[in-house]
């Protein structure tokens, strides 16, 4: 079975653009959930999507957004992008909600000039 | 604020030795997972502990999960270079929010 892949792996964008990031979940999973990791820095929870509903939402603006398809991939969308966006944005799946752990992806570099 | 504290934040031990990591909160989790990750890679789950006062055991590595479901350690014993990484707690709180810990991360010395 393959598992979390995420595109693409390094992005460079300058302040006030839009980004969309995006995630293949693993075969027979269908809950995905995004997280910005600064250097040195455990990840932050952004959201989570449950069967192509939004269930579970961190501490972020609404400028962070994000959608899940009937296939259960997903994107991340970010609008009027800050230089303290700039970090590593982690996707990771599981089947069912968050208690028996994620598989996550690589991440994507996000760096915002 | 980070509602998962991780101790100690850094670890830096010769090969053979054991070692203990703390992950504390006031807040009690329905589940409690922990990851490490090496750079440029995303986190890999290493065991999620679900019942409180639960023990598990991967070869050398001992996880438990608080009675009251607030906190959790790991211990691992006779420390190998290949144990080096990043070892995240990670908690599953209410309305779905997941929150992680800020992490330790371990240098193991040949």
């Known amino acids: 079975e393959t598992g979390v892949t995420q595109s693409p792996t390094h992005l460079i964008k300058t302040r006030g653009q839009q980004v969309t990031l995006r995630c293949s979940s693993q075969?027979?999973?269908?809950?995905v959930s995004w997280y910005q990791q600064a250097l040195g820095q455990g990840p932050q929870f952004i959201f989570q999507y449950y069967r192509e509903e939004e269930n579970g939402r961190g501490n972020f603006p609404p400028r962070f957004s994000g959608l899940q398809f009937p296939n259960y991939s997903s994107e991340l969308n970010v609008n009027a992008l800050e230089l303290d966006d700039s970090a590593l944005y982690l996707c990771?799946?599981?089947?069912?909600?968050?208690?028996?752990?994620?598989?996550f992806g690589s991440g994507t570099r996000l760096t915002v000039v | 604020t980070q509602l998962l504290e991780q101790s100690p934040q850094f670890l830096s031990i010769q090969e053979g030795e054991n070692l203990t990591v703390y992950c504390n909160s006031s807040?009690?989790?329905?589940?409690l997972q922990w990851y490490r990750q090496e750079p440029g890679e995303g986190p890999v789950l290493l065991v999620t502990v679900v019942t409180g006062g639960e023990v598990k055991k991967l070869k050398r590595l001992t996880f438990q999960f608080g009675d009251a479901r607030k906190d959790s350690s790991l211990h691992i014993t006779a420390a190998q270079t290949g144990d080096t990484g990043l070892y995240l707690c990670a908690g599953v709180g209410n309305f779905n929010k997941f929150y992680f810990g800020s992490g330790t991360k371990l240098n193991v010395k040949p």
């Open positions: 075969s027979g999973h269908n809950t």
């Open positions: 807040s009690v989790f329905s589940s």
């Open positions: 990771a799946s599981s089947r069912d909600g968050a208690n028996y752990g994620y598989t």
